[in-house]
């Protein structure tokens, strides 16, 4: 799959997260992970990199989540922030049903099974 024609890119914390959504999403998105952390020159590539596309965010509702939620909102103002309940805490322990209504109100299609 060539990268020019994927514009859609959400922004997840682990690989356990990452699956989880991989799972559930039914159009090409790309999914990076940030492993928890990321260092302001790592931001600042990764923001050139996706210029011109829409960039979602979807990251636990923890303490480091919240951080690094702050963090993007500061450096990536326009990236559209994503929440899971907070009842759930983590993206990778959260019900797939919750997350694929998530993904749907921010127009990302899912997987029919999950709704």
């Known amino acids: 799959m060539n990268q020019e024609e994927i514009e859609k890119v959400i922004i997840v914390e682990g690989k356990s997260d990452k699956k989880k959504v991989e799972k559930i999403i039914n159009e090409s998105v790309e999914i990076i992970c940030t492993n ?3 260092s302001v020159s790592k931001l ?23 951080k690094l939620r ?14 899971i309940d ?10 797939e049903q919750h997350i694929a ?15």
């Open 44 to 66: 600042d590539e990764m923001i050139e990199s996706l210029f011109n596309k829409d960039v979602y965010i979807l990251v636990d509702s923890d303490d480091s989540g919240e």
């Open 36 to 38: 928890g952390t990321i």
């Open 101 to 115: 209504i998530v993904l749907l109100s921010a127009n990302i299609d899912v997987h029919a099974q999950f709704l």
């Open 70 to 83: 702050k963090q993007f909102r500061r450096e990536f103002p326009e990236a559209e922030h994503l929440y």
């Open 86 to 95: 907070k009842m759930y805490r983590e993206v990778a322990t959260a019900p």
